[in-house]
């Protein structure tokens, strides 16, 4: 079945060791998303990517980067990661070009753990 | 700025009643997605609106969207306990483009046998 997969589920690290959280896709879709989930709060839009053009959210801190090196994978890489970023990460990915509804499909999301 | 606005943010109803959540967003949009999240899980998308007056239904859920009103509603019958979970209303920017979805702080429903 065509899916979006996210790596690990459950990731530990520690205060300020950077961390890199994956995501696949196996839909074919030409726009990734990656989410930001803290605990009893909506999902916040860190960037997404549109083919390669990279779209960062005006009030994502810098601390946050992405990769996505070809259409099936994206990575979210936190280069100092703090007690606040302990959250759920959500990867999405959208048919955008398709269809002009702009659906989002998302992953089971990464829960980090900060210590 | 976009913001999405749902109501109640938490909701403990009984089997077998109705209740409506709400959700009004400030700004133009043609794109309005309602989800349901399980503690622990991701988001499970339930209905896709793109146009004034569109109403879907599935199950015990009706949705409904007024586009003027910046408005749409998640309707439920005779809930049952399998309902209980955060329901997220989102919105998408005007002109159907790539950017991402606004939510709104979600719908806590617990239903009680």
């Known amino acids: 079945d065509a899916m979006v997969i996210q790596n690990p589920r459950y990731q530990v690290t520690q205060f300020g060791k950077p961390v890199t959280l994956s995501c696949s896709q196996t839909l074919n879709h030409n726009v990734m998303y990656w989410y930001q989930q803290k605990s009893s709060q909506a999902p916040k839009l860190l960037f997404h990517y549109y083919d390669k053009d990279f779209n960062n959210e005006a009030d994502t801190p810098d601390n946050f980067q992405s990769r996505r090196p070809n259409t099936s994978f994206c990575f979210l890489d936190i280069r100092s990661p703090g007690l606040g970023d302990a959250a759920m990460y959500l990867c999405?990915?959208?048919?955008?070009?398709?269809?002009?509804?702009?659906?989002?499909?998302f992953g089971p999301g990464t829960r980090l753990t900060v210590l | 700025e976009l913001k999405v606005e749902q109501n109640p943010l938490f909701l403990s109803m009984q089997e077998g009643k109705n209740y409506t959540i709400y959700c009004n967003y400030s700004t133009t949009s043609d794109r309005l997605y309602w989800y349901r999240q399980d503690p622990g899980k991701s988001l499970e998308s339930l209905f896709v609106l793109l146009s004034n007056g569109a109403v879907k239904q599935e199950g015990r859920l009706m949705a409904s969207l007024d586009t003027k009103a910046r408005l749409s509603t998640l309707h439920i019958t005779a809930a049952v306990h399998d309902l209980s979970a955060t329901y997220f209303c989102a919105v998408g920017s005007s002109g159907g483009g790539a950017d991402g979805l606004t939510f709104g702080k979600g719908t806590h429903l617990i239903i009680q046998p």
């Open positions: 999405a990915t959208s048919p955008r070009g398709l269809a002009s509804y702009n659906e989002q499909f």
